[in-house]
């Protein structure tokens, strides 16, 4: 390291105890040494994405919230209900750290030449510490930015880019022609929008409101099915049958939208069917869930036959099974259209401290289109 880097840092930490509470706080962390394949880079901002808040937020009742210390040092509590500990069993009394990507310069680099490459390079990057000042992480979980790209323009370089681009490899890869996609008015699901647009592959929106489906409208999706019409179940099978999607990937979790894309699959596919069958369809119908905006237990009937699967998909574990050459070709992409296909948007840029603010809490815990916050964590 070099002497203009200090010897602790700020660090965002999220604690739940046995005793059903949640504490969320800043603590002064040693700034730690890059091993040989690692990079240490300040970080200069850092989105909340739906997934840092459920390690962030935890199953708290935020109606409970409360913050004290002082405004350079806030302190956050809420009460955790005593039926949701089991679920977090495994965090008890475990001041976690929170933030799963960011950008930052890289000041301090490890042995290797992937990251001695890196050194004094604006990065985007994939950690678990990125609500931080200071920030290592792999090098291989680096993507060096442009020159003219900045870090608010990479701090949402990793997660929503590659879950969206992702999508159309696990499609391709799996024999899917067409896809479905839900909560699809967000930041990911008009990145999606946008690479489908590109690549000519055909595209089924799900959005909750109509002003959300006439967003999409306006961006050029041509099959958008508001969940929230009277209808919704006559479109999506239309919208599924003027498509040929057969994969779908489900961001809510809960409710009963998953088991009814899948019926409408089916409902779709028996259009066209030369004879009937008991067994339904013999086309496979494929549905990932891979958020849970809704929290509620995931229910479904059976009425789609015995073609189908039902799963989770996970960033990681894609970017594993596709592979570093694959991962390159996409990180590439990413990179070069940071500021068109894949560019994000913030409704707030708030400091550590800012973040534990009553009313920027109630801000970003909505989860709610075009409201996502950006944290930047070395401003004064």
């Keep these: 390291m070099t002497a203009t880097i200090p010897q602790t840092g700020l660090q965002l930490?999220?604690?739940?105890?046995?005793?059903?509470?949640?504490?969320?706080?800043?603590?002064?962390?040693?700034?730690?040494?890059?091993?040989?394949?690692e990079v240490l880079i300040r970080v200069e901002a850092s989105p909340i994405n739906p997934s840092d808040l459920g390690l962030l937020l935890g199953p708290a009742d935020l109606s409970?919230?409360?913050?004290?210390?002082?405004a350079e040092r806030p302190v956050v509590t809420a009460t955790v209900?005593?039926?949701?500990?089991?679920?977090?069993?495994?965090?008890?009394?475990?001041?976690?750290?929170?933030?799963?990507?960011?950008?930052?310069?890289?000041?301090?680099?490890?042995?290797?030449?992937?990251?001695?490459?890196?050194?004094?390079?604006?990065?985007?990057?994939?950690?678990?510490a990125m609500y931080a000042q200071y920030c290592c992480v792999p090098a291989q979980q680096c993507m060096a930015l442009p020159d003219d790209?900045?870090?608010?323009?990479?701090?949402?370089?990793?997660?929503?880019?590659?879950?969206?681009?992702?999508?159309?490899?696990?499609?391709?890869?799996?024999?899917?022609?067409?896809?479905?996609?839900?909560?699809?008015?967000?930041?990911?699901?008009?990145?999606?929008?946008?690479?489908?647009?590109a690549e000519g592959v055909k595209l089924a929106n799900i959005v909750r409101k109509p002003e959300q489906a006439k967003l999409l409208r306006e961006l050029g999706a041509t099959y958008v099915c508001d969940s929230s019409a009277e209808n919704f179940m006559a479109d999506l099978t239309d919208a599924v049958a003027a498509t040929g999607a057969t994969i779908a990937f489900d961001a809510t979790g809960g409710g009963k939208l998953g088991g009814q894309i899948l019926g409408c699959m089916e409902a779709?596919?028996?259009?066209?069917?030369?004879?009937?069958?008991?067994?339904?369809?013999?086309?496979?119908?494929?549905?990932?869930?891979?958020?849970f905006l809704d929290n509620s237990p995931t229910q479904f009937s059976n009425s789609w036959g015995m073609a189908w699967s039902m799963?989770?998909?996970l960033l990681m574990p894609f970017m594993r099974k596709a592979g570093p050459v694959v991962m390159q070709r996409l990180k590439d992409r990413v990179a070069r259209e940071l500021k068109t296909t894949f560019a994000s948007h913030y409704s707030a840029h708030v400091s550590l401290a800012e973040a534990l603010q009553a009313s920027a809490?109630?801000?970003?815990?909505?989860?709610?289109t075009g409201e996502k916050v950006l944290i930047v964590p070395n401003r004064d």
């Design 13 to 37: 930490r999220s604690l739940i105890t046995r005793a059903g509470q949640l504490e969320l706080s800043l603590i002064d962390q040693p700034v730690p040494t890059p091993g040989p394949d």
């Design 64 to 70: 409970t919230l409360k913050v004290s210390g002082t």
């Design 81 to 128: 209900p005593e039926a949701a500990l089991r679920a977090v069993a495994g965090r008890l009394d475990h001041a976690m750290s929170v933030g799963i990507e960011g950008a930052g310069l890289v000041v301090a680099a490890g042995s290797s030449p992937a990251a001695q490459a890196l050194l004094n390079r604006r990065v985007a990057a994939m950690g678990e």
């Design 149 to 197: 790209v900045s870090a608010v323009d990479g701090a949402s370089a990793f997660i929503n880019p590659i879950t969206a681009l992702g999508m159309v490899e696990t499609m391709r890869s799996e024999g899917h022609g067409a896809l479905v996609h839900t909560a699809a008015a967000s930041n990911l699901g008009q990145m999606l929008n946008r690479i489908c647009q």
């Design 268 to 291: 779709a596919l028996r259009r066209s069917a030369k004879e009937y069958s008991r067994y339904g369809s013999t086309t496979h119908k494929q549905l990932y869930v891979y958020g």
């Design 311 to 313: 799963g989770g998909w």
């Design 361 to 368: 809490i109630a801000h970003y815990s909505r989860r709610a």
